[in-house]
């Protein structure tokens, strides 16, 4: 079975930064592609940033370009989500997602983490 854990979450005042990490394991295939999606309360999940399964091109919702940055360690099995200038609309669970094949940067990922609270206060 694939796993995803997700780390990293907690409550940061607006402005700040943090960085969120997911470990994947478990697989016997390919590097997977990796994404972060959010989901905020009474809302549906968004898209926020994908990373190629080799590290090489990288996606971000408009939202986010400028502010955050995804990157992986493959060696580690680690994929990452550095945040700055956070605010408080952004509020969510944070999760990392993982698919094989083609990237497909927003969309038909085969398994997903637990997810991690990020709470930003105003």
């Known amino acids: 079975q694939v796993q995803l854990v997700e780390t990293g979450g907690g409550l940061v005042q607006a402005g700040a930064s943090l960085r969120l990490s997911c470990a994947h394991s478990?697989?016997?295939?390919?590097?997977?592609?990796m994404g972060w999606f959010r989901q905020a309360p009474g809302k549906q999940r968004e898209f926020v940033a994908s990373?190629?399964?080799?590290?090489?091109?990288?996606d971000y919702a408009d939202s986010v370009k400028g502010r955050f940055t995804i990157s992986r360690d493959n060696a580690k099995n680690l994929v990452y989500l550095q945040m700055n200038g956070l605010k408080p609309k952004e509020t969510a669970v944070y999760y990392c997602?993982?698919?094989?094949?083609?990237?497909?940067?927003?969309?038909?990922?085969?398994?997903w983490g637990q997810g991690t609270q990020v709470t930003v206060s105003s």
């Open positions: 990373i190629t399964s080799s590290g090489g091109n990288t």
């Open positions: 478990g697989h016997t295939f390919s590097t997977p592609h």
């Open positions: 997602a993982a698919k094989w094949g083609a990237w497909s940067p927003r969309g038909q990922y085969d398994y």
